[in-house]
């Protein structure tokens, strides 16, 4: 799963900062998803971005999230104001272009966001 | 709504063979997919369900029946090293690709 690029892998951050994470795609894909992970509970979809657009929102809190999905350069998570019950792994997936419904999501390592 | 359901933990001996079930309800469907997380660890892909019957991988084999809402992920010949988090997700039809997981399943394979 190395082809699936996050960093940092651990960041804390105090209440009220800002989080950034950053997530670049296995080689030739251009479809990147972001799921948020809570101890003890399963992978919950955020959002689905395709370079320059986002596809599919509808896991992601109205305020303080935002995604994007450059043409170059990685995708950002970012959380304004960040709070303790941001903590929580988050992980980036991607896929390939126009690929059929067979083609796995391909996942990195994760960030692990910790909120002071 | 979506619900997935998959029993929370599981234990086993090594050399055995384990089956791990899910059932689901979702809007939609088009298809399921098992990954395998180790604790701290991203998750990988282990197999694809979109019709019914059985897909066979090495020591790791998928079921699916439509009708009925329900998969198994069959593991054989249980090593040390399968000790893991087993998570089972669905793929809606809504035209978008997200999955929608289940909480997982944490098997200890014992000596």
């Known amino acids: 799963n190395a082809g699936v690029m996050q960093n940092p892998r651990h960041l804390v951050r105090r209440r009220g900062q800002e989080a950034r994470l950053r997530c670049s795609p296995m080689?030739?894909?251009?479809?990147v998803y972001w799921y948020r992970q809570l101890p003890e509970e399963g992978l919950k979809f955020m959002v689905y971005?395709?370079?320059?657009?986002?596809?599919?929102e509808s896991g992601m809190p109205k305020e303080r999230f935002s995604a994007e999905f450059p043409k170059e350069g990685p995708s950002i998570l970012r959380i304004q104001q960040v709070v303790r019950g941001d903590s929580a792994a988050y992980f980036c997936?991607?896929?390939?272009?126009?690929?059929?419904?067979?083609?796995?999501?391909?996942f990195g390592d994760g960030t692990r966001l910790s909120i002071l | 709504g979506q619900n997935i359901d998959q029993p929370t933990e599981m234990t086993a001996t090594e050399g055995a063979i384990v089956q791990i079930n899910c059932t689901y309800q979702?809007?939609?469907?088009?298809?399921l997919f098992w990954y395998q997380q180790h604790a701290g660890e991203a998750p990988t892909f282990l197999s694809y369900?979109?019709?019914?019957g059985l897909e066979e991988k090495g020591r790791f084999s998928s079921f699916l029946s439509r009708s009925k809402g329900y998969s198994y992920l069959l593991l054989k010949e249980l090593q040390m090293k399968d000790s893991a988090s087993y998570l089972c997700?669905?793929?809606?039809?809504?035209?978008?690709?997200?999955?929608?997981f289940g909480t997982g399943t944490r098997l200890l394979v014992s000596p």
């Open positions: 997936a991607s896929s390939p272009p126009g690929g059929g419904s067979n083609q796995p999501q391909h």
């Open positions: 080689k030739g894909h251009s479809h």
């Open positions: 971005l395709q370079k320059e657009n986002i596809i599919d």
């Open positions: 979702t809007s939609g469907f088009n298809g």
């Open positions: 369900n979109v019709l019914d």
């Open positions: 997700a669905v793929r809606s039809n809504t035209g978008f690709q997200k999955l929608v």
